[in-house]
Each structure stands twice: as C-alpha cells, then as structure tokens.
C-alpha cells in the first residue's frame, strides 16, 4: 500500500485495461459520468438501470466521447428484489467482476412502498444494492482484487437513528428526508460492516459522496412534483453547486485510487460541499459497529440472502 493520497484528480486515475465494471444508475449526473471515465481508462463497463433505451442513449453518449469504448448493458431495477435477482443471473457470464459500483439512488421522495413492501427509498438506496452486492460476492472474490464502491450523501450526518425498524412496516408519520438520510447512513453502516467482513478475501469496500452536485437527483428530491419549482431549482442549483463531471470524483477516487478499505472520499472545500476529492469522516453513528452489525442482519433477513 502506497501513501494514501489525500487530494486527488482526474489526472491521477490510472488505466483500467482488463478490469470489468458495473455501474447502477448511469443514465443520468454522476453515475453517467462514473462510467464515460471508467471506459475512458480501458475498462470494460456495465450500464446497469431499469430504462432500456436510457441506456441505449447513455451508452450512445459515451461512444461519443470514447469510440472505442467497452459497454454493456443490464437491464436492473434495484428497487424491486425479483428484478436485483434476474440481473445479477445475467450478470454470471461476466466473469470476474473488479468493481462494483452501488450508485443508483432516489432522493426524499413521497412515501411508497415497492412491490416488496419496502419503504422506496431504502429499497433503492440500500436493500437493493446489498442483495445486488451479495449476489455478485463470487465474481467480486474471483477479481482477487475488486471493490465495492457505495455512493452516501452529507445527509447521512443529519439521521437521528439508523433504520433497523421492520422495514415492512410503514411508519405513522413519514419524514421524507429523514428516511433519505437513514438510506444515506445505511450506505456507510453497508461499507464498514462489509469491510470487516471481507477481511482476507481480496475485496475493498469504498464509500463516496458527490457534496454539493447540480444533478437532477438533487433538485428533484427538493420538491415533491415535476414542473416548474424543480425546473427553478435546477436553475438555482446549476449556479451553485458543483458540476455532475466534479461531484462524480470521489467515486472515481474511491474507485481507483489506492486506498484502504473503508475509506469515505468526499470534496476537499468547505464543509465538504464541493473541491478536489480526498478521505473524510462520517458520523459517530456511521461508525457504531452494533449498528453496522444489526443493519447487516436485518438487511439479510428482508432480502433473503445470508453472506459472505
């Protein structure tokens, strides 16, 4: 292990050749920009979302950029169990796989419950992604050397508590940003707990967030309706946060820089809201190991897939 770099850019990202990746959520913001970089270092990229033509156009987009580019797509609904299942099958003839990348995501949407009876946001933010994760575990040991990359949010830092209530029952009162900031914390409970876990085994577990980033996800989590209050905030936000292209670094850092496992990368500036990317902190309660372990647990039991 070299010295850990503590801030890092673009120019740093090393080449990919031979290495395989997936991507959840690359139709749009940072997850688009995620894979045009990874295909832009040589490695052969996964376009995993639930829209075909999405991804017909994403990995149109990219080709643009990047001819030669190595793509594939999976067709992969994280928040639906059956669908998680049904891609990750199709995802076996993939051979090794050297980086997961968990970064698909719904922000303080209205209260819904998926097919599975799951809150929507846990089951996009979290569930999804740790079944996806569990059921790709094989390929991920077969790259001897992969990681598991979960993209998390500055939200995780306002979550009172962690969600380790019955995910199958609906709270009386639901707190929209509450629930996205748990999802958010779940993300980092997932990464340290996994890299406990993966001791041994060749597997990193990363974790990133974008700060403050001009995507849609963004200013549409800000409103609970399409249409002109999202189209001003999209406004407002393009003026001040940072680009899809900057919030997308930290991924690509936590992705490819050598690191430990169990490093959060961040934005370098102030409150970490937008900068260069380097290591940073989480939460106490991010770092509360019974609740890294309890979440495991539970998170086990509501998809039905016990692992390592």
């Known amino acids: 292990m070299k010295h850990e770099p503590r801030i890092w850019s673009l120019a740093q ?10 991507v959840t959520g690359p139709t749009s913001g940072i997850g688009t920009v995620t894979a045009l970089e ?9 376009l995993a979302g639930r829209n075909p033509d999405k991804l017909a156009s994403t990995a149109a987009d990219v080709r643009g950029e990047v001819p030669d580019a190595d793509l594939s797509s999976l067709v992969l609904d ?3 169990l ?20 968990n970064n698909a995501g719904v922000m303080a949407t209205p209260a819904r419950r998926t097919v599975d009876g799951l809150d929507l946001q846990m089951a996009t933010n979290h569930f999804g992604h740790f079944l996806l994760t569990g059921l790709l575990w094989p390929q991920l040991i077969a790259a001897d050397d992969a990681r598991v990359v979960s993209v998390s949010s500055l939200m995780h830092a306002i979550a009172r508590r962690a969600p380790l209530d019955d995910p199958h029952v609906a709270p009386r009162r ?14 980092l409970l997932f990464t340290y707990e996994l890299q ?56 690509l850092m936590a992705s490819t820089a050598d690191l430990r496992g169990g490093t959060y990368c961040g934005p370098s500036g102030f409150q970490q809201v937008r900068g260069l990317p380097r ?10 190991a019974d609740a890294q372990r309890r979440l495991w647990a539970l998170s086990e039991e509501t998809v039905g897939l016990a692992w390592p």
């Open 13 to 22: 990202m090393p080449r990919l050749d031979g290495r395989t990746a997936l």
């Open 38 to 46: 990874l295909a832009r270092a040589g490695a052969r990229v996964v």
């Open 78 to 80: 994280v928040a639906s």
């Open 82 to 101: 059956a669908s998680v299942r049904e891609a990750a099958a199709q995802a076996a003839d993939l051979g090794p796989l050297h980086l997961l990348v």
């Open 174 to 187: 639901y707190a929209r940003w509450q629930v996205y900031a748990q999802s958010k914390l779940a993300n």
């Open 196 to 251: 406990r876990r993966a001791a041994g085994t060749g597997v990193r577990a990363l974790a990133a967030h974008p700060g403050y980033a001009a995507t849609h996800l963004l200013s549409a989590g800000r409103t609970s309706r399409p249409g002109p209050i999202a189209s001003v905030l999209d406004a407002v936000t393009s003026v001040t946060a940072q680009s899809s292209a900057d919030g997308a670094l930290p991924t």
């Open 279 to 288: 290591p940073v902190g989480s939460s106490k309660l991010a770092r509360d």
